[in-house]
Protein backbone atom coordinates (compact mmCIF):
# COMPACT_ATOMS: atom_id res chain seq x y z
CA UNK A 1 0.00 0.00 0.00
CA UNK A 2 1.51 3.33 -0.86
CA UNK A 3 1.52 5.81 2.51
CA UNK A 4 0.08 9.20 2.41
CA UNK A 5 1.82 12.33 1.85
CA UNK A 6 0.52 14.73 4.14
CA UNK A 7 2.17 17.76 2.34
CA UNK A 8 -1.12 19.40 1.80
CA UNK A 9 -2.72 21.08 4.64
CA UNK A 10 -6.17 20.18 6.66
CA UNK A 11 -7.72 18.09 3.73
CA UNK A 12 -11.23 16.78 4.09
CA UNK A 13 -12.03 13.49 2.49
CA UNK A 14 -15.71 12.56 2.56
CA UNK A 15 -16.40 8.63 2.05
CA UNK A 16 -20.19 8.24 1.06
CA UNK A 17 -22.01 4.60 -0.06
CA UNK A 18 -24.95 3.15 0.48
CA UNK A 19 -24.92 1.49 3.99
CA UNK A 20 -22.86 -1.77 3.22
CA UNK A 21 -20.35 -0.62 0.82
CA UNK A 22 -17.58 -0.97 2.71
CA UNK A 23 -16.94 2.34 4.52
CA UNK A 24 -16.12 1.27 7.98
CA UNK A 25 -13.93 -1.39 6.21
CA UNK A 26 -12.31 1.29 4.63
CA UNK A 27 -11.73 3.67 7.58
CA UNK A 28 -10.59 0.73 9.83
CA UNK A 29 -7.61 -0.30 7.79
CA UNK A 30 -6.67 3.30 6.62
CA UNK A 31 -6.22 4.16 10.22
CA UNK A 32 -4.48 1.20 11.20
CA UNK A 33 -1.96 1.46 8.29
CA UNK A 34 -1.72 5.01 7.86
CA UNK A 35 -1.75 6.50 11.31
CA UNK A 36 -1.32 10.01 10.55
CA UNK A 37 -4.30 10.44 8.74
CA UNK A 38 -7.52 11.52 11.30
CA UNK A 39 -11.07 10.81 11.53
CA UNK A 40 -14.32 12.33 12.26
CA UNK A 41 -16.18 10.72 15.22
CA UNK A 42 -19.65 11.22 14.61
CA UNK A 43 -22.87 11.48 16.75
CA UNK A 44 -25.43 9.20 16.70
CA UNK A 45 -28.38 8.78 18.23
CA UNK A 46 -28.38 4.68 17.00
CA UNK A 47 -27.74 2.21 19.69
CA UNK A 48 -23.88 1.09 19.86
CA UNK A 49 -23.18 -2.17 18.13
CA UNK A 50 -21.94 -4.89 19.61
CA UNK A 51 -18.53 -4.04 20.02
CA UNK A 52 -18.34 -0.46 19.44
CA UNK A 53 -17.24 2.24 22.05
CA UNK A 54 -18.65 5.62 23.22
CA UNK A 55 -15.71 8.45 21.47
CA UNK A 56 -14.18 6.06 19.49
CA UNK A 57 -16.69 4.47 17.08
CA UNK A 58 -19.28 7.22 17.58
CA UNK A 59 -20.31 10.14 20.11
CA UNK A 60 -23.57 7.48 21.38
CA UNK A 61 -26.39 10.32 22.02
CA UNK A 62 -30.30 10.03 22.68
CA UNK A 63 -32.48 12.21 20.75
CA UNK A 64 -32.80 15.35 22.98
CA UNK A 65 -29.08 15.67 23.29
CA UNK A 66 -28.86 15.71 19.57
CA UNK A 67 -31.80 17.99 18.90
CA UNK A 68 -30.11 20.35 21.33
CA UNK A 69 -26.70 19.85 19.83
CA UNK A 70 -28.95 21.16 16.42
CA UNK A 71 -30.48 24.23 17.71
CA UNK A 72 -27.12 25.54 19.07
CA UNK A 73 -25.37 25.30 15.76
CA UNK A 74 -22.62 22.12 16.78
CA UNK A 75 -22.87 20.20 13.29
CA UNK A 76 -21.09 20.95 10.27
CA UNK A 77 -23.52 18.63 8.58
CA UNK A 78 -26.77 16.35 10.26
CA UNK A 79 -29.07 13.94 8.77
CA UNK A 80 -31.49 11.16 9.31
CA UNK A 81 -30.24 8.05 8.11
CA UNK A 82 -32.21 4.81 7.97
CA UNK A 83 -34.44 6.24 11.09
CA UNK A 84 -31.94 7.16 12.77
CA UNK A 85 -29.53 11.17 13.71
CA UNK A 86 -26.26 11.24 12.35
CA UNK A 87 -23.87 14.22 12.88
CA UNK A 88 -20.20 15.48 12.23
CA UNK A 89 -19.51 17.76 15.42
CA UNK A 90 -18.16 21.32 13.58
CA UNK A 91 -15.40 21.03 16.19
CA UNK A 92 -14.18 17.65 15.26
CA UNK A 93 -13.34 18.24 11.84
CA UNK A 94 -12.58 22.23 12.59
CA UNK A 95 -9.58 20.66 15.15
CA UNK A 96 -7.86 18.50 12.30
CA UNK A 97 -8.45 21.41 9.52
CA UNK A 98 -6.35 23.50 12.02
CA UNK A 99 -3.56 21.21 12.49
CA UNK A 100 -3.23 20.51 8.95
CA UNK A 101 -4.25 17.19 9.39
CA UNK A 102 -6.23 14.97 6.61
CA UNK A 103 -9.15 13.77 7.87
CA UNK A 104 -11.59 10.82 6.90
CA UNK A 105 -15.24 11.07 7.09
CA UNK A 106 -17.65 8.35 6.30
CA UNK A 107 -20.96 10.03 6.35
CA UNK A 108 -23.75 9.45 4.32
CA UNK A 109 -24.83 11.23 0.90
CA UNK A 110 -27.32 14.09 2.23
CA UNK A 111 -24.00 14.85 4.56
CA UNK A 112 -21.41 14.50 2.04
CA UNK A 113 -23.53 17.04 0.20
CA UNK A 114 -23.78 19.38 3.08
CA UNK A 115 -20.22 19.25 3.54
CA UNK A 116 -19.07 19.69 -0.24
CA UNK A 117 -21.18 22.99 0.04
CA UNK A 118 -19.19 24.20 3.28
CA UNK A 119 -16.52 22.73 3.12
CA UNK A 120 -15.57 23.49 -1.05
CA UNK A 121 -11.76 22.31 -1.06
CA UNK A 122 -13.49 18.70 0.39
CA UNK A 123 -12.17 15.60 -1.80
CA UNK A 124 -15.22 13.23 -1.99
CA UNK A 125 -15.00 9.53 -2.91
CA UNK A 126 -17.98 7.28 -3.70
CA UNK A 127 -17.78 4.15 -3.02
CA UNK A 128 -19.63 1.89 -5.23
CA UNK A 129 -20.24 -1.94 -4.11
CA UNK A 130 -19.30 -4.10 -7.57
CA UNK A 131 -22.98 -5.08 -7.31
CA UNK A 132 -26.77 -4.73 -5.62
CA UNK A 133 -26.31 -8.88 -5.24
CA UNK A 134 -23.30 -8.13 -3.43
CA UNK A 135 -24.52 -5.29 -1.15
CA UNK A 136 -26.88 -7.36 -0.33
CA UNK A 137 -24.75 -10.51 0.59
CA UNK A 138 -22.24 -8.06 2.63
CA UNK A 139 -24.73 -6.65 4.51
CA UNK A 140 -26.11 -10.10 5.66
CA UNK A 141 -23.21 -11.54 6.33
CA UNK A 142 -21.49 -8.36 8.69
CA UNK A 143 -24.37 -10.07 11.28
CA UNK A 144 -25.00 -6.63 12.84
CA UNK A 145 -28.31 -5.76 11.62
CA UNK A 146 -32.08 -6.86 11.64
CA UNK A 147 -33.42 -8.22 8.78
CA UNK A 148 -36.21 -5.29 8.64
CA UNK A 149 -32.79 -2.90 8.95
CA UNK A 150 -31.21 -5.06 5.85
CA UNK A 151 -34.77 -4.18 4.24
CA UNK A 152 -34.47 -0.42 4.73
CA UNK A 153 -30.93 0.12 4.25
CA UNK A 154 -31.53 -1.99 0.89
CA UNK A 155 -34.35 -0.01 -0.52
CA UNK A 156 -32.32 3.15 0.31
CA UNK A 157 -29.42 2.02 -1.29
CA UNK A 158 -30.89 2.07 -4.71
CA UNK A 159 -32.18 5.75 -4.05
CA UNK A 160 -28.36 6.67 -2.84
CA UNK A 161 -26.71 5.32 -5.75
CA UNK A 162 -28.16 7.84 -8.21
CA UNK A 163 -25.66 10.75 -6.20
CA UNK A 164 -22.33 8.93 -7.20
CA UNK A 165 -22.91 11.83 -10.19
CA UNK A 166 -22.03 14.51 -7.33
CA UNK A 167 -18.80 12.90 -6.04
CA UNK A 168 -15.32 13.79 -7.51
CA UNK A 169 -14.47 10.05 -7.64
CA UNK A 170 -15.89 6.72 -7.69
CA UNK A 171 -14.35 3.77 -6.29
CA UNK A 172 -15.58 0.33 -7.05
CA UNK A 173 -15.10 -1.99 -3.93
CA UNK A 174 -14.47 -5.46 -5.10
CA UNK A 175 -11.02 -6.50 -3.66
CA UNK A 176 -10.63 -4.69 -0.36
CA UNK A 177 -6.59 -3.86 -0.49
CA UNK A 178 -7.34 -2.21 -4.33
CA UNK A 179 -10.06 -0.21 -3.42
CA UNK A 180 -7.77 1.20 -0.37
CA UNK A 181 -4.82 1.90 -2.82
CA UNK A 182 -6.76 3.88 -5.43
CA UNK A 183 -8.39 5.53 -2.05
CA UNK A 184 -4.84 6.55 -1.07
CA UNK A 185 -3.77 7.51 -4.56
CA UNK A 186 -6.63 9.97 -4.66
CA UNK A 187 -5.90 11.42 -1.56
CA UNK A 188 -2.11 12.09 -2.80
CA UNK A 189 -3.32 13.36 -6.04
CA UNK A 190 -5.40 16.09 -4.50
P1 LIG B 1 -20.43 0.41 5.53
O1 LIG B 1 -19.56 0.97 6.62
O2 LIG B 1 -20.29 1.17 4.25
O3 LIG B 1 -21.86 0.23 5.94
P2 LIG B 1 -18.92 -2.05 6.04
O4 LIG B 1 -17.53 -1.54 6.06
O5 LIG B 1 -19.55 -2.39 7.35
O6 LIG B 1 -19.87 -1.07 5.19
O7 LIG B 1 -18.92 -3.33 5.08
C1 LIG B 1 -20.06 -4.18 4.97
C2 LIG B 1 -19.60 -5.65 5.01
O8 LIG B 1 -18.87 -5.92 3.81
C3 LIG B 1 -18.67 -5.96 6.17
O9 LIG B 1 -18.99 -7.24 6.69
C4 LIG B 1 -17.27 -5.97 5.54
O10 LIG B 1 -16.40 -6.86 6.20
C5 LIG B 1 -17.57 -6.43 4.10
N1 LIG B 1 -16.66 -5.87 3.09
C6 LIG B 1 -16.27 -4.58 2.96
N2 LIG B 1 -15.45 -4.44 1.89
C7 LIG B 1 -15.34 -5.67 1.33
C8 LIG B 1 -14.64 -6.20 0.19
N3 LIG B 1 -13.90 -5.41 -0.59
N4 LIG B 1 -14.77 -7.50 -0.08
C9 LIG B 1 -15.54 -8.30 0.70
N5 LIG B 1 -16.21 -7.89 1.79
C10 LIG B 1 -16.13 -6.60 2.10
P1 LIG C 1 -24.03 2.94 10.57
O1 LIG C 1 -25.29 2.98 11.40
O2 LIG C 1 -23.99 1.70 9.69
O3 LIG C 1 -22.78 3.14 11.37
O4 LIG C 1 -24.10 4.19 9.58
C1 LIG C 1 -25.24 4.39 8.79
C2 LIG C 1 -25.00 5.51 7.82
O5 LIG C 1 -24.81 6.74 8.52
C3 LIG C 1 -23.75 5.32 6.94
O6 LIG C 1 -24.12 5.66 5.61
C4 LIG C 1 -22.78 6.33 7.49
O7 LIG C 1 -21.91 6.79 6.49
C5 LIG C 1 -23.73 7.43 7.93
N1 LIG C 1 -23.12 8.35 8.88
C6 LIG C 1 -22.24 8.07 9.89
N2 LIG C 1 -21.88 9.19 10.51
C7 LIG C 1 -22.51 10.20 9.88
C8 LIG C 1 -22.51 11.63 10.06
O8 LIG C 1 -21.87 12.20 10.93
N3 LIG C 1 -23.30 12.34 9.23
C9 LIG C 1 -24.05 11.77 8.26
N4 LIG C 1 -24.76 12.58 7.48
N5 LIG C 1 -24.06 10.45 8.05
C10 LIG C 1 -23.30 9.68 8.86
Same mark, same amino acid.
Given at each position: ?6 ? /? %? @?RL?? &?????? =? *?????C ?6 Q??L???V?T??R ?14 V???EF ?6 G ?22 F? /? %? @????? &????I? =? *?L ?8 A ?6 P??F ?9 R ?18 L?Y????D????N???D ?10 N %??
Amino acid at each position: MGTIKDN /K %K @GRLII &LSSPSG =G *GKSTICKHLKEKQPELGYSVSTTTRMPRNGEKDGKDYFFVNKKEFKKAVKEGLFAEWAKVHNHYYGTARKVIDDFI /K %K @GKTCL &LDIDIQ =G *GLQLMRSYPDAVSIFILPPSFEELERRLRNRKTDSERTIRIRLRNAKKELEYQKFYDHTVVNSILDETINKIVEIIN %KK
